[in-house]
């Protein structure tokens, strides 16, 4: 029951904020300039071509109206139609004049729905790394205070978080792929190539993970309940894994549902730099085009993403901690 | 004695090792602890008890470490042994300590922590059959229904629910020696004394010999076999408890039964009610709060946590009001109506003809000056980080006192008052001591010269040397400046020392308000006449706990059920007590009391 009410709450209010980002979203991109219109039919296209394109579509509407007819189809389902990719391939755009394309053009989930696994798939590998890093250096750390596996985890945090990843990336493709030839890294043509991009990322996340889980690891080693379970004849091995480290992940898994958000910003540079066809690269693409429903929809889908996850996040402290109350 | 010791202690010494060098914590410690026998050790605080109790189970970690000597158990000296080899033997060798709460995982539930160590002691267990040993236990130490309890989180458990866990969680193993490091010290008075009594019974039950560890004579007293008094980290007195009280021989153990407060006795000091002039300082009329909490069992509910409920009462100047109770009985809550953190539901509390949760601005200022609080905690209640000068300057500086130098000079006359040498004002209250940091406390409520000072739980964490000096300090501010004390404390002997007036709470409710010596030589209330039983004290008692008091904890203040609160615990409860709810009735001149057994008394009411 509590399980119920509390899913019911927190979906009602994560509703909220998807809305409440998606108007800002909305209303942040029709001030910016720059007039898609005219990227969309090119520069060659006569004034009064693009001023008629432009009402046909409703650009030239009150805000609140498009945003209240976008929202209209949102909640059927349907996030509108990219101002310049058709459905086929390719980006268009540009400067050639080519009114058949215009005709099909793609839909903003369909290219979502293509590029969103991609993006989960890395993001997924990235906190797989990150965490299994983070407990193999942040676990003797947080059980050795000031002793020298606490320094070796401040030392490689320290380094992991200078490390800016563009060139990460760049260091790590050239390691591995070009002179090493261990690993491809550009483009996607099988799981192989999401590892690079998920190490770097790794890279990203591990610093504070490893902060976090030594810091609240020493703490949780200090309690009462640690000192007198040895007392009670309880084994060191129990104690670390069934006790300290199930207290110390509840601080650990809300930190990570922060970090999901930096994730999604790491993704944009990633996935640009090993040109992987994820939401990352669909994002770099999109506002570089000015292709407002793309950016739009990405938005909505990322605020989604967040908040579930966020939730989730939530729901498994309040079972692994009964005190919590979200 | 025909049976060899259990436990053999000789020559233990026990150091603390630091940079700046080594101090010895306890020295030439050696005792005998014989087959069935309840060993007391009683000392002050820092006289090296819990250091004891901790060596005894081998439980000494640095800056500790173990200068010398041996803990004898089975022919082996189980400080020296390999923790692989100690590991088995902690079946036999059990531990409670005196923080119930902290002594569990709070994420698991206390059954499955509780057969988690049985199969860890004993290899082999099987799964069910330590759960049913297990649940078959709680129900031994009377925790109510224990199947279902099984299941719940510590988080779940009172105090006294969870020291009875931790019992079950101690015994389950059938271990030849219990070692009990201040059992009873956290918890409530009633729920201590059944805490004591189920030991005593568990002990004989189970044939465990105790090592019994308290900071209050009467406790051991009453438990023990025999008697050791430590100070100082070395043994100076071994007795027999009756004897020790009779003749204490070592100076240390006749300045502790010194010390014991007075109850009942001619000694015992009395207080007066000052002479009532004009108009009560505070009023506070039919107040009530209440709590709304999420439940967790329903999609959308709340519960209903009553914390205050109609509660009437006045004070007058220059009195020492004291409001007593139980933990959970609501005192903290109607300190924050006093001192207007919240505000009532329903009913008010009225300073000057007004109503204060209508205050605002300046003239909320004005009460704030006027009403000061020191509270329970002297560590967490001061900044770790700002200086002592600082700190009692803080209340100046929002109440507009601008000069640097008019505060510093305030802020030192104040620190001089209350015993605090100038020499600590750009200090940091990092090394002072638990009475040291409360006068800080008393002295930041004192700067703004206020006509009331509200103490919840001030003196609780401190001993009692500590607390008499302190209430010294009152007594003299008091003299000085008229000032009026509301003491809120679950402490019956410090309330009996320094309270013309008392109110006794129980579930929200104030049962019974009367004076000093109406209350503790005539009480109305039942519920008094409990708490009155359950005085640690060497005294003989007024009241027998078996006659005044049902096994059991006070009911939860969610959804409380028709009648008097008390009548679940109640040993003279009625069928009226269970449908309806008594009222405050006069009992005698100055005293009220909501029974219904004063009514049904009549006239005849015993002087």
Redesign the interface.
């Known amino acids: 029951?509590?399980i119920?009410?509390f899913l019911?709450r927190r979906l009602l209010q994560g509703a909220l904020i998807i809305f409440l980002v998606t108007l800002l979203i909305f209303t942040l991109l029709r001030v910016v300039p720059g007039d898609p219109v005219r990227l969309m039919a090119g520069g060659m296209a006569p004034e009064a071509l693009i001023e008629q394109i432009a009402k046909q579509m409703g650009l030239r509407d009150p805000i609140l109206v498009q945003f209240g007819r976008y929202m209209a189809g949102v909640v059927q389902g349907d996030l509108g139609q990219s101002f310049v990719r058709p459905a086929s391939g390719a980006a268009t755009g540009g400067s050639g004049f080519s009114d058949a394309s215009r005709s099909d053009r793609a839909e903003v989930l369909t290219l979502i729905a293509d590029a969103l696994p991609m993006t989960l798939q890395l993001a997924a590998l990235a906190i797989a790394f990150a965490l299994a890093f983070s407990f193999l250096v942040g676990v003797p750390g947080g059980l050795a205070p000031n002793r020298w596996p606490d320094r070796l985890a401040f030392y490689v945090s320290s380094i992991f978080v200078s490390l800016p990843n563009f060139w990460l990336g760049i260091v790590l493709a050239l390691l591995f792929s070009v002179k090493l030839g261990w690993l491809p890294a550009i483009g996607y043509k099988g799981f192989a190539y999401t590892i690079l991009p998920a190490i770097v990322l790794a890279i990203e996340l591990a610093p504070v993970l490893i902060r976090n889980l030594t810091g609240s690891l020493a703490s949780v080693m200090q309690?009462?309940?640690i000192?007198?379970?040895?007392?009670?004849?309880?084994?060191?091995q129990?104690i670390v894994y069934?006790?300290a480290l199930?207290?110390a992940s509840?601080p650990l898994l809300n930190l990570l549902g922060i970090q999901i958000s930096g994730l999604l910003g790491g993704v944009l540079i990633v996935e640009f730099i090993f040109d992987y066809p994820g939401l990352g690269l669909l994002t770099v693409n999109a506002v570089m085009q000015r292709d407002f429903p793309l950016i739009q929809g990405i938005a909505i889908v990322s605020s989604a993403i967040f908040v579930l996850i966020n939730i989730g996040v939530d729901l498994i402290a309040t079972l692994?901690?009964?005190?919590l109350?979200y | 004695m025909a049976n060899p010791p259990v436990l053999s202690v000789r020559d233990l010494a026990v150091e603390l090792r630091t940079e700046s060098g080594t101090r010895s914590i306890l020295s030439d410690i050696s005792f005998d602890l014989e087959p069935r026998q309840i060993m007391g050790i009683i000392g002050a605080s820092g006289s090296g008890k819990t250091v004891l109790s901790r060596a005894l189970v081998n439980w000494i970690d640095p800056p500790l470490a173990i200068a010398s000597g041996s803990v004898i158990y089975k022919s082996q000296n189980i400080l020296e042994l390999p923790p692989g080899q100690l590991r088995p033997l902690r079946k036999e060798i059990a531990y409670v300590g005196a923080n119930p709460m902290g002594a569990l995982d709070p994420t698991l539930p206390v059954g499955a922590q509780i057969v988690e160590k049985i199969r860890a002691v004993v290899p082999g267990m099987d799964k069910a059959e330590a759960q049913r040993r297990v649940i078959e236990l709680l129900g031994a130490v009377r925790i109510p229904s224990p199947a279902q309890r099984f299941h719940e989180y510590p988080s779940q458990f009172s105090g006294g629910m969870m020291q009875r866990a931790l019992i079950v969680d101690a015994l389950a193993t059938n271990p030849a020696f219990l070692v009990a490091d201040n059992v009873t010290q956290p918890l409530d008075v009633t729920v201590a004394a059944q805490v004591m009594r189920l030991m005593r019974e568990l002990t004989e039950r189970f044939d465990t010999a105790v090592v019994f560890v308290s900071s209050s004579l009467p406790t051991v007293s009453e438990a023990a076999d025999q008697v050791l008094v430590l100070a100082d980290g070395r043994i100076v007195e071994r007795q027999t408890p009756a004897k020790l009280i009779r003749e204490p021989q070592h100076p240390y153990t006749v300045q502790l039964i010194s010390e014991i407060p007075q109850i009942w006795t001619a000694a015992a000091p009395v207080v007066e009610s000052p002479e009532r002039s004009g108009t009560p300082l505070i009023s506070i009329e039919d107040a009530t709060r209440t709590y709304r909490v999420r439940k967790r069992s329903s999609f959308a509910g709340y519960n209903n946590v009553r914390a205050v409920r109609n509660v009437t009462f006045d004070v007058y100047p220059g009195e020492n009001f004291g409001i007593v109770g139980e933990s959970g009985c609501g005192k903290s809550s109607l300190m924050r109506l006093l001192s207007r953190l919240e505000s009532p539901d329903t009913g008010r509390v009225v300073c000057d003809g007004q109503d204060i949760a209508k205050l605002s601005g300046a003239e909320l200022l004005k009460f704030r000056r006027d009403f000061q609080l020191v509270l329970q905690d002297p560590f967490n209640s001061l900044p770790p980080r700002t200086s002592i000068g600082a700190i009692i300057e803080g209340p100046l500086k929002v109440h507009g006192v601008n000069s640097a130098a008019k505060r510093r000079e305030r802020a030192l006359a104040v620190m001089h008052e209350v015993g605090l040498s100038a020499a600590l004002y750009d200090e940091l209250p990092l090394g002072l001591s638990a009475g040291q940091r409360q006068r800080v406390n008393v002295a930041r409520a004192m700067v703004l010269e206020p006509k009331v000072l509200i103490m919840d739980e001030t003196l609780s964490s401190l001993d009692q040397t500590e607390q008499f000096k302190l209430l010294k300090l009152f007594s003299q501010l008091q003299a000085k400046h008229g000032l009026t004390y509301i003491f809120i404390s679950h402490d019956m002997a410090m309330v009996r020392r320094v309270c013309n007036r008392i109110a006794v709470m129980y579930l929200g409710e104030v049962v019974e308000i009367a004076d000093n010596g109406k209350l503790f030589f005539d009480p109305g209330h039942p519920y008094t006449k409990a708490l009155l039983s359950a005085i640690p004290t060497l005294e003989k008692r007024r009241y027998r706990p078996e006659d005044c008091l049902l096994e059991g904890e006070p009911p939860s203040p969610i959804d409380l059920p028709p009648g008097c609160s008390f009548a679940s615990r109640c040993p003279k409860a009625f069928g009226r007590c269970h449908a309806e709810s008594p009222v405050l009735t006069v009992d005698g001149k100055e005293g009220m009391a909501a029974c219904f057994l004063l009514e049904s008394a009549g006239g005849r009411i015993a002087a």
């Open positions: 029951m509590f119920l009410s019911v309690s009462p309940f000192a007198v379970a040895r007392v009670r004849g309880l084994g060191r129990r069934g006790h199930r207290n509840v692994i901690d009964p005190r109350e």
